[in-house]
């Protein structure tokens, strides 16, 4: 399996931004950023193609995240704007070989490669 390299987490205010890196120790066509608190499910947050053929974000956080990629680097991102307290969890990247459709996106059990996770937390 490929080695996730994850970085970017931290200590924030309400209202900052934040932008997480994953490097994927091999290429990866499908890439995604899942979010988890203790006693609740993994939540899924985002997910890329890495050609850039599809993208998908939930959708409660439209409009505050976006995704992008370093092809030099082999590094995906995650930004995140206006962070709340309620994004306040561990971070996970996750990624795929395979080219995953946008219904399937959203779904854990489809990334064979996950990151170490890390902590974002968000308070004054």
């Known amino acids: 399996q490929a080695q996730l390299v994850e970085s970017g987490g931290g200590l924030v205010q309400p209202g900052a931004s934040l932008r997480l890196s994953c490097a994927p120790s091999?290429?990866?066509?499908?890439v995604a950023w899942f979010r988890q608190v203790p006693g609740k499910e993994r939540e899924f947050v985002a997910a890329?193609?890495?050609?850039?053929?599809?993208?998908r974000y939930l959708d409660s956080l439209k409009g505050r995240i976006t995704t992008s990629r370093d092809n030099a680097k082999n590094t995906a991102y995650l930004h995140m704007n206006n962070l709340t307290p309620e994004d306040t969890a561990v971070y996970f990247c996750a990624a795929v070989k395979s080219n995953l459709i946008i219904s399937s996106m959203a779904n854990p059990r489809f990334y064979d490669n996950w990151g170490q996770g890390t902590q974002v937390t968000v308070s004054s």
């Open positions: 890329f193609r890495w050609n850039g053929s599809g993208t």
């Open positions: 091999e290429k990866m066509n499908t």
